[in-house]
Structure formats: C-alpha cells, structure tokens
C-alpha cells in the first residue's frame, strides 16, 4: 500500500530544512550509497503514531529579487497541490505574516486539499504566542506553533497531519489492476509514449497558469488484461534553472513512484544514460518497485551489431545498483517494440509476487555456505541458521544468523545472488532483513 504524501511548503529561510531533517532524522536522501547516485535531500519517510508517510520538501534556491520570489512560492505550491495528500504550510513567527504567506494561502485556500498551518521558531510558547495568533489572518485554520531546532511543538502538529490522510476506500483496496508509472527526466517522450499506447493524444496539461499535470490516472488494456498508467508527463517549465527543473522532476516521480507497482524508466537514447537517469532509479529501487527501463528514440541511433550490447553496458554501469531491471529498445514515433513492453511488465509483475517454499530457500543457502564459507572476526564465525520469505512486492525474505554485525552487506549480496540464481526475479529488486538468534533458541 501507498504511503501518503506530505509535502512542505512555506518561504525561504523559514526553516523547512530545519524541521524537515528534525522529522526525518539521517535518512533524508534520494537513495542510499549506491554507486553512481547523487545524494539529494528532497523526500524521506516519517513515522508517527505506526502512521507511515513520506514527506517532500518542496524548498530550493532563494531567488534574486521580490518578484521572482513570488513566482516561485507560486510554482513550489502548485508541486505541492498537485502531488500532496496534505500539504504543510510552514511560516516565521518571528517575520510575521508577510505578503508571500497570503498569497501562497490564497493558492492552498483555493486547492481544496488538506492545509496544516504551522508557525516555525516559536522558541519560547508563552513569550512568542501572542504573535502566533496573528496567522490566523491568513484564513488557513489554526497555527500550530512549532520550534524546528529546539523540536519542540511536533506531537500536536503531526497528530493534525495524519487526522487528514485519506482512508482507502473499498473500490480502492479492490482495485487490483497493476499501477505503471511512466518517469524520467523531461523531454526524454514520456508523453509520446502515452499517447502511442492509449492511441489518442492527452492533454496532460490544462491551460490554467501553474498547473503541471492531469491528475486523472489511465486505464489501458493489453493482452486481455487492463492496468493504469501513471502518469508524470505533464511537468512544463518556462525560464527555470536546471537545478530547478530537476527538483520539481524528483519530486513528481517520487509521488508517481510511491503510487505505483511496476517502474518503467524512459532513458533518452540520443543523449544516453545520465546522472539523473540514476538519481530517478533510485527511487523506484528504494521503495522497492519493479523495474523496466525503456530507451526511446532508439529508431534515430545508428546501429552495428553491437549497439545495443554496448547501450545495455552503458546503462548497466550506470545504474550498477541494479542489475535486476529489464531493459527494452523503443520508439515512441514509430512503435517499435511498444507491443512487447507489456509483456515484459508482465513478466516483472510476475516476479515481484513470486513466492518460494521454505524449504526450497534454505536448500539454496545451504549450497552457497558451502561454496562460500560465511565471514568471521576475532575468531567469531558467522552462522546462517535458517531463511524464509515474510512478503511479496517487493519479494522479502528473513535470514535468521548467530550475530547480525558478522552478517557482511557483501554476504548478503552473495546469498542474494544464488537466490536469482535459482529463480531469476528479474525486474524487480529483493529484501533481506537479517534477525539474530541465540544458538540455544
């Protein structure tokens, strides 16, 4: 199930970096240390009350002068509205309310979604409240005073957030039609692709100013069986800086991402695999989505016959955190190998649900450890006693050892390996959780 998406909004210097790490702790990258993938502090996930959402922060860098400030509080708020489920509208007591504040609020008023006023460096509650009440001008409800550096104020200001997640309703829960998203940088064909597969031309963005995206998911069927295509197509920025425009790009694909089951990551073939290529993977491998990288526009790629052995080379270093995922050669324009991208979601779902016996597993991690014996410090060896899979999507599984500080990532990479060895899984990634067990347990 998806987490909800909070997204936190509010003007430079106001603290949201502040109160972002203070909610999020030390796990506030795009991916952990994979290699290849740049570090990014944009999303991470929060836990509150066995409550579990991921929080976006929409902040970036101040601009130069009054005018642009106030086009880009209005650019980060519609990211915020369109892609949040409640929206944290984070203001300074001690600047007061300011021009900026009410005419974000004005936007948030309008949007109808979930709007959690808090007011940020209230250092001292008794002192400074009297000034906190001055947001209510704001028309946003009530200010919850908070103080990002001293964590103070946070058990109320969370209890309200999570008051407006919304509940999965019955036709939700039953809606087990696959969930594709569509992602990757901007102009790599991602719309192209869309509107080649529905066979009609989508209008993902509408003509009122701000708005980046068609909220509406699309159903399609292929092969007799019908899925949703989620959709990041719509993001279009006029006059934006790069660092800008990737941002915003992050932060659509991390709700598309969260949203959805399969990953298909469109690589522009021109241009080849980038950095951001791997920043955006990342995501999809961090939550533990299945993966298929689709390379477009691969009808204007002169070829011998090793282009596409040195392509899948060049993709596989590049995104070297994961080898698992399928890889296919596409064109939007002219529909080359679109009809097979379907089959190999297929093929992922399949795998990402796959389940194998007990039994099964631990006749494979028997065989490895005899291959390989298990790695062992000061005289302390590491034993593996037993392995079994707790849950699918992605496939996870519970390796049972003597002492979990022996228990080596490289180890568990090995294990991982004669386990796809067996059964492939291609496409998707896999989950190992290491518990300790007492030897007379």
Known sequence: MSRPIVAVV?????????????????????????P?????????????????????????????????MLTYMREQTQIAIDTADVILFLVDVRQGVLDADHKVADMLRRSGKPVVLVVNKVDHFEKLMP??????????????????????????????????????????????????????????????????LL??????????????????DSPIRRNGKEYILVDTAGLRRKNKIKEDLERFSIIRTVTAVEHADIVVLVIDAVEGVTEQDAKIAGIAHDRGKGMVIAVNKWDLIEKNNKTV???TKDIRETLSFMPYAEIIFISAETGQRLNKLFEIIEVVIQNQNLRISTGVLNEIMTEA??????????GKHLKLYYITQVSVKPPTFVIFVND???????????IENKVREAFGFSGTSLKFIIRERKENQ
């Not at 502040?18 to 952990?32: H, P």
């Not at 066979?199 to 509406?216: C, K, Q």
């Not at 450890?369 to 000061?378: C, E, H, I, R, T």
């Not at 979990?404 to 090995?414: D, E, I, N, V």
């Open 309 to 311: 052995n040195e392509f």
């Open 131 to 196: 000034d906190v009440y001055e947001f209510y001008n704001l028309g946003i409800g009530d200010p919850y005073p908070v103080s990002s550096s001293s964590k103070l104020g946070f058990g109320d200001m969370l209890d309200e957030v999570v008051k407006h997640f919304p509940e999965k309703s019955t036709e939700e829960a039953e809606d087990e039609r696959p969930r594709i998203a569509i992602v990757g940088k901007p102009n790599v064909g991602k719309s192209s692709i869309i509107n080649k």
């Open 36 to 68: 290849g993938v740049t570090r990014d502090r944009i999303y991470a996930d929060v836990t509150w009350l066995n409550t579990q959402f991921t929080m976006i922060d929409t902040g970036g860098i101040e601009p130069d002068s009054k005018d642009k």
């Open 369 to 378: 450890v005899a291959l390989a014996q298990p790695p062992s410090d000061k």
């Open 199 to 216: 066979g009609h031309n989508r209008a993902i963005v509408s003509d009122i100013a701000g708005t980046t995206r068609d909220a509406i």
């Open 10 to 34: 509010g003007r430079p210097n106001v603290g949201k970096s502040t109160l972002f790490n203070a909610l999020t702790g030390e796990r506030i990258s795009i991916v952990k240390d994979y």
């Open 404 to 414: 979990k500080q022996l228990m080596h990532f490289s180890y568990t990479r090995y």
